[in-house]
């Protein structure tokens, strides 16, 4: 789901249990690329099938902030890989 905590800062969370917690585990704490791009994949495909603008709202929410924290277009031109949830 998406981080909505307060220290987070956004993006979404690879891992969270019921409570909405991180688990006890490594990659808990990470935010992966692949999440966000299927998210952006999904959600974009939802619009154009339904045009809930709901749908565009949290294309543009996930694609923003994938753009955002995940490119490294000033050095290299690609993603990172995983980023820490801090």
Known sequence: GWDTSGDGGGGLVYFIDADGHDPPMYEASMK???PHTEAM???L???VHTREV???DRFVL???WALD???DSERYGEWYGYLDKN
């Open 32 to 34: 992966l690329w692949w």
């Open 41 to 43: 994949i999904a959600t």
């Open 45 to 47: 495909m939802a619009y």
């Open 54 to 56: 709901r749908h565009w």
């Open 62 to 64: 996930c694609t923003e």
């Open 69 to 71: 924290h995940f490119s």
